[in-house]
Nanobody
Framework: VQLQAFGGGLVQPGGSLRLSCAAS????????MGWYRQAPGKQRELVAA???????NYADSVKDRFTISRDNARNTVDLRMNSLKPEETAVYYC?????????WGKGTQVTVSS
């Protein structure tokens, strides 16, 4: 399984960004996909996740601002981020979890700054 992330970059506070991730390899339909982030000096944390059936889970801090979506036919997962805050500056990682295994993409930097 390989994951390739797209998007990220520099955005002003209050702005929006979209992250996309494409998975390749042996992907099972019931696998979960999601996004995590890691800020400097902090632990990696869950941002949002979505199951193959479409059930979602969000960190409390991003509810009502971020939206995760998934295309099972293309094995892609998107994260739409609105009203971004400076404290959300971090490296964002795409994740796929299946059969007890975690797969990670290379992180993509998101910087929220004026």
């Amino acid at each position: 399984v390989q994951l390739q992330a797209f998007g990220g970059g520099l955005v002003q506070p209050g702005g929006s960004l979209r992250l996309s991730c494409a998975a390749s390899g042996s992907i099972l339909s019931f696998s979960a996909m999601g996004w995590y982030r890691q800020a400097p000096g902090k632990q990696r944390e869950l941002v949002a996740a979505i199951t193959g059936g479409g059930s979602t889970n969000y960190a409390d801090s991003v509810k009502d601002r971020f939206t995760i979506s998934r295309d099972n036919a293309r094995n892609t997962v998107d994260l739409r981020m609105n009203s971004l805050k400076p404290e959300e500056t971090a490296v964002y990682y795409c994740n796929l979890r299946q059969m007890g295994n975690d797969y990670w993409g290379k992180g993509t930097q998101v910087t929220v700054s004026s």
